[in-house]
Every structure is written in C-alpha cells, then in structure tokens.
C-alpha cells in the first residue's frame, strides 16, 4: 500500500507560478511511475504529466507542454510539478498518483494509488 500526500496548491494570478509536491510513503518509490491528474468542476479528471520509476521518462499534456515540468527526487520519495505561467483555465484540484509499473505508458490512466488532492486557484 501506498499513501500520497499532496502539498503547494493555492491561488495565484494569471503568469504566476506553483509549485506542487508528492511525498509517498513506502520504501520502493523508484519502482513507481508517478502523475499528476486534475479535476475542474464539472469536468473529468484528466492527465496532466507522468514520469517513470527512474525518472528517464516523461510525458505532458498538450495543453501544459512547455509550462509544466515534472521531476522526482527517488531518495526523497517526492514528486514535484512545477507550474510556470499558469492560466485560469489550469484551475482544478491536483491529484498524485502512483502506477505499480515502474515504467511509463503515456497517456495512461490505470494507475493504482491516489492522494486526496490539493486545490490550484488561478484567477485572471
């Protein structure tokens, strides 16, 4: 079992940045690809970054692609999203999620452990 707790949610203007974190429990965090999911009101929850076990691999959503960069610190058991020149159309709540696959399927969803989510406000 693994537990996932998301932290640095808020609210920011238009062009800020955030920076959110993962902090998982258990001791083979590297055995997991990690992602970053996001719900908008009235929406479904969709991808916005993964990255594998070791770190080699990531992917993006279009819709972040350049903005948003994932990374992870394995010794740590975290993993970061940092969110550069934010838009009030990237307001959701932010989901941490863990694949017991180590390796990373871009685009997928099945991932297997999720946190409880963290609030991103972005107003214009």
């Known amino acids: 079992q693994v537990q996932l707790v998301e932290s640095g949610g808020g609210l920011v203007q238009a062009g800020g940045s955030l920076r959110l974190s993962c902090v998982a429990s258990?001791?083979?965090?590297?055995?997991?690809?990690m992602g970053w999911f996001r719900q908008a009101p009235g929406k479904e929850r969709e991808i916005v970054a993964a990255?594998?076990?070791?770190?080699?691999?990531?992917y993006y959503a279009d819709s972040v692609k350049g903005r948003f960069t994932i990374s992870r610190d394995n010794a740590k058991n975290t993993v970061l999203m940092q969110m550069n020149s934010l838009k009030p159309e990237d307001t959701a709540v932010y989901y941490c999620?863990?694949?017991?696959?180590?390796?990373?399927?871009?685009?997928?969803?099945?991932?297997?452990?999720w946190g409880q989510g963290t609030q991103v406000t972005v107003s214009s």
């Open positions: 990255i594998s076990g070791s770190g080699g691999s990531t």
């Open positions: 258990g001791r083979t965090f590297s055995g997991y690809a």
């Open positions: 999620a863990a694949d017991r696959r180590p390796y990373l399927v871009a685009g997928s969803y099945e991932y297997d452990y």
